[in-house]
């Protein structure tokens, strides 16, 4: 079974940039599409960018855009999701996640592994 682990998150000053990282283990990704995701409090989960694990072909929700790059580690089986220019409105949970296939990125459900989340806090 495979376990997905983040870490990285913190407490942060708006314009600030801090890197995640999703660390995998127990598989192979070789035909994974791996996502960020995020929730804050009172709001549903939603899509922040994802991989293909192969190609390294990405996606990103057009709210970070401009600001979020995620990219992926083959050596060491791990997915990061660099985020610059960090604005309060980013504060959430984190979660990474880990599918077979690629399509419906953008739709939590359809992720099978699940990370138990890290805390970015994004102050004014």
């Known amino acids: 079974q495979v376990q997905l682990v983040e870490s990285g998150g913190g407490l942060v000053q708006a314009g600030d940039s801090l890197r995640l990282s999703c660390a995998a283990s127990?598989?192979?990704?070789?035909?994974?599409?791996i996502g960020w995701f995020r929730q804050a409090p009172g709001k549903e989960r939603e899509f922040v960018a994802a991989?293909?694990?192969?190609?390294?072909?990405?996606v990103y929700d057009d709210s970070v855009k401009d600001r979020f790059t995620i990219s992926r580690d083959n050596t060491k089986n791990t997915v990061y999701l660099q985020m610059n220019t960090l604005k309060p409105e980013d504060t959430a949970v984190y979660y990474c996640?880990?599918?077979?296939?690629?399509?419906?990125?953008?739709?939590?459900?359809?992720?099978?592994?699940w990370g138990q989340g890290t805390q970015v806090t994004v102050s004014s």
């Open positions: 996640a880990g599918k077979r296939g690629i399509i419906s990125a953008r739709f939590p459900r359809t992720y099978d592994y």
């Open positions: 991989i293909r694990w192969n190609i390294g072909t990405t």
């Open positions: 127990g598989h192979s990704f070789s035909d994974h599409t």
